[in-house]
């Protein structure tokens, strides 16, 4: 992967570039069959909440901040309390626990070809 500035500067931040990955498109093209193949098993499996928005077709934050928005305003109408907590997990692919997670996806009933494609994708 390479990083192409934004700009014309000379000198320019990590977040004023865009990543452009340098991989073939064979493999691009093995990563969206992966990803067809593993959404199906999710989907199946029913692991993800209706609240999740991420790795999933058809939903976005915008659905979800229209669903945040509606709860507070019932919260407000029936003068009660509204929590939200919200996390940031940008940086946490980088230290994610590859052990834990072949453990959990083992746990969680993941085809074996599934999880030896992922194990060789993420330590290759």
């Given at each position: 992967?390479?990083?192409l500035p934004k700009t014309?500067?000379?000198?320019v931040s990590v977040e004023?570039?865009?990543?452009?990955?340098?991989?073939?498109?064979?493999?691009?093209?093995?990563?969206?069959?992966?990803?067809?193949?593993?959404?199906?098993w999710v989907q199946d499996?029913?692991?993800?909440?209706?609240?999740?928005?991420?790795?999933?077709?058809?939903?976005?934050?915008?659905?979800?901040?229209?669903?945040?928005?509606?709860?507070?305003?019932?919260?407000?109408?029936?003068?009660?309390?509204?929590?939200?907590?919200?996390?940031?997990?940008?940086?946490?692919?980088?230290?994610?626990?590859?052990?834990?997670?072949?453990?959990?996806?083992?746990?969680?009933?993941?085809?074996?070809?599934?999880?030896?494609?992922?194990?060789?994708?993420?330590?290759?």
């Open positions: 992967m390479i990083l014309k500067c000379s000198t004023d570039t865009r990543p452009i990955s340098l991989l073939p498109c064979f493999s691009k093209l093995y990563e969206k069959c992966f990803l067809v193949h593993f959404r199906i499996a029913g692991i993800l909440p209706d609240e999740q928005t991420g790795f999933r077709q058809g939903h976005n934050m915008a659905v979800q901040i229209v669903s945040i928005i509606d709860q507070i305003g019932q919260s407000l109408n029936q003068n009660t309390a509204a929590a939200a907590l919200f996390v940031d997990f940008k940086a946490a692919f980088n230290q994610l626990w590859y052990k834990g997670l072949w453990l959990k996806l083992r746990r969680l009933g993941c085809p074996l070809h599934l999880l030896a494609w992922l194990r060789s994708y993420l330590k290759n």
